[in-house]
């Protein structure tokens, strides 16, 4: 057993996490948006709105109240993207280990989830959790392995890989904090992608191809925003792209499946309480490799299909009709 640790945010994976945390028996204080929520957690140890799988460890306590996570020196920072400001701006501020576990950038300014929170808790010392992690598996206890990379360097590290590593879940060390947060927003718009052409019937091959080639647009994002090579190749990067890239578990993949199959981003998205964190990203992620001259045709082709442009099979045809080039062109 460890010491306490604060979870902010109660969807799939803030409950995931908690649940990993809490399964040597350590305590866990989970804050949760919906008063219901809280409610649940704490008398029948169920999530039903964002985790149903998962029977929860009686060391969880939920609360509603982000104040009571203040004294604690660790929080982890779980909300989809574009609702980290605002939640974070309501947390008392002070020096603590804040890790950042969402994945996204911000629709309305461009930022990643580092500059967010580092603007919103300037006394903050953050870090970043990112990799191949269905939430339902961690909350199962399934083997995972994640990049956790460290602002602070290997001293932020050795406090906070105790706190987190379990015999499950595997964290690895990197200090590179923008290679890991980009491969996790980029790998959601490449998955959302991967479920087009599942679901335009395209095969196998035309998967493995935009795995590739979406990769590739990855690393020419990442190396232009100053990330590592590295980092992109590994968990949080391409570790995370192949495991959402093949799985109707993503939803960002059943996003893609969904648009594949005829249906308009609003007809797909109607009444899900789940987020796909892809559907927002796309867009600004668009933008500011227009804006910086980078390369990322993929990316700009599920944007057009989410705004609605044309139909799916005509992206595809668009981007399959762009000029032969030299694989590693313009990579470097
Ligand atoms: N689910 C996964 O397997 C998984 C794994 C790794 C990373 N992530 C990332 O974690 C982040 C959270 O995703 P999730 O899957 O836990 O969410 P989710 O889809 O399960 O739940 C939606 C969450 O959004 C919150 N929410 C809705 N409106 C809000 C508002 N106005 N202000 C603040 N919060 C609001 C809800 O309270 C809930 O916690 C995302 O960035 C996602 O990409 C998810
Ligand atoms: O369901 P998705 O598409 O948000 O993916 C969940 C995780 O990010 C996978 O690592």
């Not at 269905?134 to 909350?139: G, L, T």
């Not at 190749?233 to 890239?245: E, F, I, R």
């Amino acid at each position: 057993m460890r010491g306490k640790v604060g979870v902010i945010g109660a969807g799939a994976w803030g409950t995931a996490l908690a649940q990993s945390l809490a399964s040597d028996g350590s305590e866990v204080l989970l804050w949760a948006r919906e008063s219901e929520l809280v409610a649940e957690i704490n008398s029948k140890h169920g999530n039903s709105l964002f985790l149903p799988s998962a029977r929860l460890a009686e060391t969880i306590r939920a609360t509603g109240d982000l104040g009571e996570l203040a004294a604690l020196p660790v929080l982890l920072l779980v909300v989809p993207a574009q609702f980290l400001a605002s939640v974070i701006s309501e947390l008392p501020r002070g020096e603590r280990d804040v890790v950042l576990c969402s994945k996204g950038i911000e629709a309305a300014t461009g930022r990643l989830m580092f500059d967010v929170a580092a603007d919103a808790a300037p006394d903050a010392r953050l870090a970043v959790l990112s990799g191949p992690t269905f939430a339902h598996e961690v909350a199962a206890g399934l083997p995972t392995a994640v990049t956790l990379a460290c602002s602070g360097g290997e001293a932020q590290w050795d406090r906070l890989s105790p706190l987190i590593a379990r015999s499950g879940f595997r964290p690895y060390y990197s200090d590179d904090v923008i290679g890991a947060e980009i491969g996790g927003a980029v790998k959601n718009v490449l998955a959302i992608a991967c479920g087009v052409v599942e679901g335009l019937g395209l095969g196998q091959n035309a998967r493995a191809a935009l795995i590739a080639r979406g990769f590739a647009e990855m690393l020419r994002f990442g190396l232009a925003r100053g990330a590592r090579a590295e980092t992109l190749s590994g968990l949080c990067g391409l570790g995370d792209l192949v495991l959402t890239c093949s799985s109707t578990s993503s939803r960002n993949f059943s996003l893609g499946l969904a648009l594949g199959k005829g249906l308009s981003a609003a007809e797909a998205l109607a009444g899900k309480n789940s987020v796909a964190e892809g559907a927002a990203t796309a867009p600004v992620l668009a933008q500011i490799a227009t804006h910086e001259g980078v390369d990322m045709p993929i990316v700009q082709s599920v944007c057009r299909l989410l705004k609605g442009e044309a139909p799916a099979g005509v992206v595809v045809e668009d981007l399959l009709a762009r000029p032969l080039r030299a694989e590693q062109e313009a990579d470097t």
